[in-house]
T-cell receptor
Framework: EAGVTQSPTHLIKTRGQQATLRCSPI?????VYWYQQALGLGLQFLLW???????NRGNFPPRFSGRQFPNYSSELNVNALELEDSALYLC?????????????FGPGTRLTVL | GQQVMQIPQYQHVQEGEDFTTYCNSS?????IQWYKQRPGGHPVFLIQ?????EVKKQKRLTFQFGEAKKNSSLHITATQTTDVGTYFC???????FGAGTRLTVKP
């Protein structure tokens, strides 16, 4: 069974640009979560999508947005990039709306903002 | 959302020593999950605790959920170099992971 996949692996942008990160969940999973992990720090929750709807949002500004497509894949968009947005962005998927489900993480996208 | 505090932030042990990380909440948790992230890797699910006072074991790892469901702990007996990584707790009522405890093991 294929795991959670994310693309690209690395992304380099300059301040003010926009970044788009993509995530494909495990087959059969309908929930997708996004986290930011700055170097050496913990996981900061960004967004949770299930069945195409945003279910929960972390304490991030509106320039962090996303969506979930009918095939349950998801996209994270970061507008007006700032230097402090440089981090590893992790996507996780789980079976469904029950938030007790195990989250399976992808390898992440390392975003560097210059 | 609720926030959990994890302590310690870092722990360096000699191989063979025991290790414990604690996860504390000011509010009652419905259940809690534990994850491990190896250096350069991504978090991997270890276990979920649901019941008050629950204790679960996975080989040298012992997970405990407090009677009041406000705290949890992970204890590793006789650490090995393969235990190196960051251990996170995560209440399942929201997605706010604890800050994690980074474990390093000296051979």
């Amino acid at each position: 069974e294929a795991g959670v996949t994310q693309s690209p692996t690395h992304l380099i942008k300059t301040r003010g640009q926009q970044a788009t990160l993509r995530c494909s969940p495990i087959s059969g999973h309908t929930s997708v979560y996004w986290y930011q992990q700055a170097l050496g720090l913990g996981l900061q929750f960004l967004l949770w999508y299930d069945e195409g709807e945003e279910r929960n949002r972390g304490n991030f500004p509106p320039r962090f947005s996303g969506r979930q497509f009918p095939n349950y894949s998801s996209e994270l968009n970061v507008n007006a990039l700032e230097l402090e947005d440089s981090a590893l962005y992790l996507c996780a998927s789980s079976l469904g709306l029950a938030n007790t489900d195990t989250q399976y993480f992808g390898p992440g996208t390392r975003l560097t903002v210059l | 959302g609720q926030q959990v505090m994890q302590i310690p932030q870092y722990q360096h042990v000699q191989e063979g020593e025991d290790f414990t990380t604690y996860c504390n909440s000011s509010t009652t948790l419905s259940n809690i999950q534990w994850y491990k992230q190896r250096p350069g890797g991504h978090p991997v699910f270890l276990i979920q605790l649901v019941k008050s006072g629950e204790v679960k074991k996975q080989k040298r790892l012992t997970f405990q959920f407090g009677e009041a469901k406000k705290n949890s702990s992970l204890h590793i007996t006789a650490t090995q170099t393969t235990d190196v990584g960051t251990y996170f707790c995560a209440p399942t009522s929201d997605m706010r992971f604890g800050a994690g405890t980074r474990l390093t093991v000296k051979p």
